[in-house]
C-alpha cells in the first residue's frame, strides 16, 4: 500500500461542506445558546430546559455539550413544540402495569432515569420520547454532542471529532448535572443510529455505570463493510494522519430519508393509505417540524479523521464489547435503498442495513431483547401506528428489566 495516493488538500463538495456560519444560532432566537450556569427554557418550549455544558478544547477547537430536561408535569405552562398526535392502537400493555405513572392531580417522583444520544445529522426534537418516559415514571434527559444541534457555534465542523472516546466527557458532565437531582435511580441510556454505537461503547467503557441500554437502529457495523475493515482501516489511517479534515468522497444519492422527515406522506402522488386516513395532521403525514440548521437536507462531509474513528468503534463492537446489562435494540423489519422514492421508504430504513445490525445486536451480551417494527430508520419518527409500537415495547422492557426504586 505504499504507492497510494494520499491526498493533499481537502475534497471540495458543492453542497454544504459542513463549516456553519451565524445561522447556526438561530433556532435559539434572540435569548442565545442556554446558559452555563442555570436551566433555562429550551427552544421545545416551557416544558423543556436545557442548559450548555462547557467541555475542555479538543483537537479541533473549543467545544460545549448541551443538556436537555423534560419537565413534564412539574410545569403546567403549554409547549410551543408541535403537540403529540394520538397514538393507534392503544398499546395491549399500559406503562402503568409495569410503572406507576405520573399524572397532573398527584405527580409522582421519578423511579429511573434515561439519558438520549441523537444520531449522525441530528438533535433532540423527538417529544413523544420525553412525554412517554415521563409517563411511564422516567426522569428524561437528552444530551446535544459537541458540535451537533444546541452545542453547535459559528466556525465548528459539524458533527466533527477525531476520537470517539471524547464523547466520555460530554456524558460524563451530563450526569454529574442529571445526580445533581437524582443521585440514586437506575439509569438507562439510550442512543440512535450514531448515538447507539456511542452508547455502546460508553457502556462497555463503564461497566456498573448503567442499568440498562437502548438501541434505536444504532449504526454498530459499517453495513457490508465489515469484511473489508481490516483492508481499508489502514488506508484511511495514513490519509486521516496526514490530513484529517479531507472529506472522504461518498455516494451522492438521493435523499429520501430526509425528504420522508420533512414532507412526510404527503410528499408522494398517491392516496395515503387506509392505514393513515383518521391520522392525516399527523407528522408522519404532513412531515416533522425540526430546525433544518441543526438537521440538514442531505448530509455533510465524512471527514477523514472521523470516518477512521467510526471504523475503530465498529471495530471494537466486533472485537471487544461484551456488556452484562440489559440490552433492547430495536430496528427496522426491512431495508431499502432503491432509487425510487416510494412507499418503502416509509417502512424500511433507507441508511443502515438492518441485517447487520441484527448480527451485531445478537453479540453485545448475554441479555439482549431485538425488535423489529415497519419503520424508518429513526423508528421514533415512523408512522403513529409504528411508533405505537415501538413505545409499548420499550415500556415493556422498562418494566421487566429496569429496577423500580419509588416510593
Not at 455502546?200 to 459499517?222: K, Q, V
Request: with cysteine.
Amino acid at each position: 500500500m505504499d504507492d497510494i495516493e494520499l491526498p493533499d488538500t481537502p475534497a471540495s463538495p458543492e453542497s454544504f461542506n459542513g463549516l456553519v456560519d451565524e445561522k447556526v444560532l438561530a433556532p435559539w432566537g434572540e435569548a442565545g445558546p442556554a446558559p452555563v450556569d442555570h436551566w433555562r427554557e429550551d427552544v421545545l418550549g416551557a416544558d423543556y430546559e436545557s442548559r450548555t455544558i462547557p467541555l475542555m478544547d479538543d483537537d479541533a477547537g473549543p467545544v460545549v455539550a448541551t443538556l436537555v430536561h423534560y419537565r413534564g408535569h412539574a410545569s403546567s405552562a403549554p409547549t410551543s413544540s408541535p403537540a403529540a398526535p394520538a397514538l393507534s392502537p392503544t398499546p395491549t400493555t399500559s406503562p402503568t402495569d409495569a410503572h406507576p405513572a405520573r399524572s397532573d392531580a398527584s405527580p409522582q417522583a421519578p423511579h429511573f432515569i434515561l439519558l438520549y444520544i441523537h444520531g449522525r445529522n441530528d438533535y433532540f426534537f423527538q417529544s413523544e420520547l420525553a412525554e412517554d418516559i415521563d409517563g411511564c415514571g422516567g426522569a428524561f434527559y437528552a444530551l446535544d454532542l459537541r458540535r451537533y444541534g444546541r452545542s453547535l457555534r459559528p466556525g465548528q465542523r459539524m458533527g466533527f471529532v477525531s476520537n470517539l472516546s471524547l464523547y466520555d466527557e460530554d456524558i460524563s458532565e451530563a450526569l454529574d448535572l442529571i445526580r445533581e437531582d437524582y443521585p440514586d435511580l437506575p439509569l438507562v441510556l439510550m442512543g440512535h443510529s450514531t448515538g447507539g454505537l456511542l452508547a455502546t461503547l460508553w457502556a462497555n467503557r463503564h461497566p456498573g455505570a448503567l442499568d440498562g441500554l437502548i438501541l434505536n437502529s444504532a449504526w454498530l457495523e459499517m453495513q457490508t463493510m465489515a469484511s473489508m475493515r481490516s483492508a481499508v482501516a489502514p488506508i484511511l489511517e495514513r490519509i486521516a494522519s496526514r490530513n484529517p479534515m479531507w472529506a472522504v468522497p461518498g455516494g451522492d444519492g438521493p435523499d429520501h430519508y430526509g425528504r420522508s422527515l420533512r414532507e412526510g406522506w404527503n410528499a408522494l402522488d398517491a392516496p395515503l393509505p387506509d392505514s393513515l386516513a383518521a391520522y392525516p395532521d399527523d407528522p408522519a403525514v404532513k412531515g416533522w417540524s425540526y430546525a433544518l440548521e441543526w438537521k440538514r437536507p442531505g448530509s455533510y462531509p465524512a471527514y477523514a479523521a472521523w470516518l477512521e474513528a467510526i471504523l475503530d468503534g465498529h471495530e471494537n463492537v466486533a472485537s471487544s464489547v461484551h456488556l452484562d446489562i440489559p440490552v433492547l435494540s430495536m430496528m427496522s423489519t426491512s431495508s431499502y435503498f432503491g432509487e425510487e422514492f416510494s412507499e418503502a421508504v416509509f417502512s424500511s430504513d433507507v441508511v443502515l442495513d438492518r441485517e447487520v445490525i441484527l448480527e451485531r445486536s445478537a453479540r453485545l451480551g448475554p441479555l439482549v431483547t431485538m425488535a423489529s417494527f415497519p419503520g424508518k430508520h429513526d423508528l421514533l419518527l415512523s408512522d403513529p401506528q409504528v411508533r405505537a409500537e415501538v413505545y409499548d415495547t420499550m415500556n415493556r422492557w422498562i418494566g421487566a428489566f429496569i429496577p423500580f426504586t419509588g416510593n
